[in-house]
């Protein structure tokens, strides 16, 4: 999980206040088993992936960098440095690249053994701007687009030689969604988390509703339509 001494955190230490990093938990107890801190400050870890062979990326959204922790590692690498993304969301593990969405920005691909990302142009007339959760099932990309009204699921299918994206499907409108998860056909979306109900310093909007609570949805998957 990633960790972030933001303004709004409740309780917050002088010393925690902008730092940011990731913490292992065991699932079993709960307990913490490893931590580790991001060095420098005004960055915030948030949206990560775990590749094949255990290595955690973790998008920075304020700094606009981008970390890799290798498993049994004590120490982020700068995957891409600080500002070469704007507001970098959740990246998916391609095989030998990252898909990474730029929320004011669209996709780009950015590969593990170094360089440059590459953006993506999109069909025409598909803006590909304002995507949060990302998950992969092949060359089809499913994901959540809250710069959206009403928010969105889509299901993107990359190019053969993975340089645009093909097509753009929308699976589902709703109120509000941040991410997702893949399972056995299936797509877990967190939806309804109150996002959009806060100000920027962590107070309740009073021109919004405090409900409805949190949901996990279900959303069943089409078969893959033939070619």
Known sequence: A??????????LSPSEAGRTGLVAFDLASGREVARVVLDGKGRALGDLAVGPDGTVYA??????????LRPGGDRLEALAPPGTFRSPQTPVWLDGALLVPDYSRGLALLPLAGGAPRWLPAPPGVDLRGLDGLAADG???YAVQNGAAPN???ALRLAEDRRSVASVEVLLRLPEATHLQLRDGRLWILADNGWDRYT???DLRPDRPAEPAPRILELRLPEPRLP
């Open 2 to 11: 990633a960790w972030a001494g933001l303004p709004q955190v409740e309780g």
């Open 59 to 68: 998008a920075d959204g304020r700094g606009g960098g981008l970390y890799r």
């Open 139 to 141: 060359d089809r990309i």
């Open 152 to 154: 969105r699921i889509l």
């Open 200 to 202: 920027p310093g962590g």
